[in-house]
């Protein structure tokens, strides 16, 4: 049904017979008929909550793993019982601990409302984000995105923190091109305050406006880290970052395709150092964007879609909901990036991994369809 609705939109793209003012409207009603869905498809909502009724116990959330023993009276609860990751630290950086907060603030023993008012928080900031793309691009390039059926499940239907992490990266091009730095800065700083990878965005600003990008960012950082400071914080922090590079995997088409190669030629799993090395490449990427932005004289967004785009290609889990900030920066081109928005309409038939549905078919249909798409765009009218 969601592919049959990623076609529908595509359909309506070509015809191009929507105003904006259409698009925005069926974009809301969308996400309205979206937020009721409970949480059918992820369970990242139920530690979102589990950190935020922490705080409210005066428990630095990024102190301890749910399943510490400091934590019993906390865990004989259907909310403890429904968390993943039970052995990990909260890997999730201060702002999004802030509304979490905000959500836990409404716990009171059943997960009902907490869910539902950090859903309905996130979709109207994320609702808000869609209102500004329409500022930055054509009508018909904001439907791709803000009727995505990817879109709508991930932002309303399951309420991830990438929904907050579009609204910014969206505010910061908004920014960048009406020359306002210090508000760039702030955009860039509160993203990377939602997922860490948006700070690498950072040099990006500092060629465009110097220290001017700088200064309003690090205040936001460091007033908002001040609450979650501690000598555990940051150890704690990378430890689960690390076991999520050299342990989960999912959804990582270059990932699977080197692994795969390396078993057929030594019969062995390469798994644990493949992660590590892609990360590393990524970083190792990071000063050739930058040299490259400053070379070719990019655009702003086209400097944050390229970077982000070449962390998931690098990555060895790319959940559905990871692609929503690429696809929304992807649409924004002279021409909208149709292999990111072909990944993101099969990544949803990944779900089918969990009830041991077709997995692999959308994998290889999802990263080899949008690797030819990429080919027939780059080479196809030369």
Known sequence: TSFLGGVGVFLLWRRDVLSVHEVLWGAL????????????????????????????????PYRFVPSHADLDSFQHTELYQKLN?????????????????????????????????LKILFAGIEFGGVALLARLTSARNVLLYSWNPLVLI?????????????????GAVWAVQRRRAELASLAIAGAGLVKIYPFALGPFLLRRFGWR????????????????????TLPH?????????????????PYYAVKHVLWA????DWSKTIGPLFRGVFLTSLPVLYTLDAWRGWSFRRACFLLIGTLFVFSTTVHPWYLLPVIALGVMGPRPSWPWLWLGVCSIGTYLFYIEGPYWIWVGAGWGGAGLIFMIQRYGTE
């Open 29 to 60: 009603i969308l996400r309205l008929i979206y937020l009721p869905l409970g949480p059918g498809l992820t369970d990242d909502l139920f530690r979102y909550i589990w950190d935020g009724w922490l705080q409210w116990e005066g428990i630095n």
């Open 85 to 117: 990751s039970k052995e990990y630290y909260s890997v999730y950086p201060p702002l999004s601990q802030l509304l979490f907060a905000f959500g836990g603030g409404f716990y009171d023993g059943g997960w009902t409302t907490p869910y539902y008012v």
């Open 154 to 170: 991930e932002a309303a239907g399951q309420g991830h923190t990438e929904t907050l992490l579009v609204a910014l990266l969206l």
């Open 213 to 232: 990008a700088v200064w309003p960012g690090a205040f936001l950082v460091g007033g908002l880290c001040l609450p979650y400071i501690a000598p555990y």
């Open 237 to 253: 922090m990378k430890a689960s970052a690390d076991l999520f590079a050299k342990l989960f995997e999912f959804n990582a088409g």
């Open 265 to 268: 030629w030594t019969g062995a």
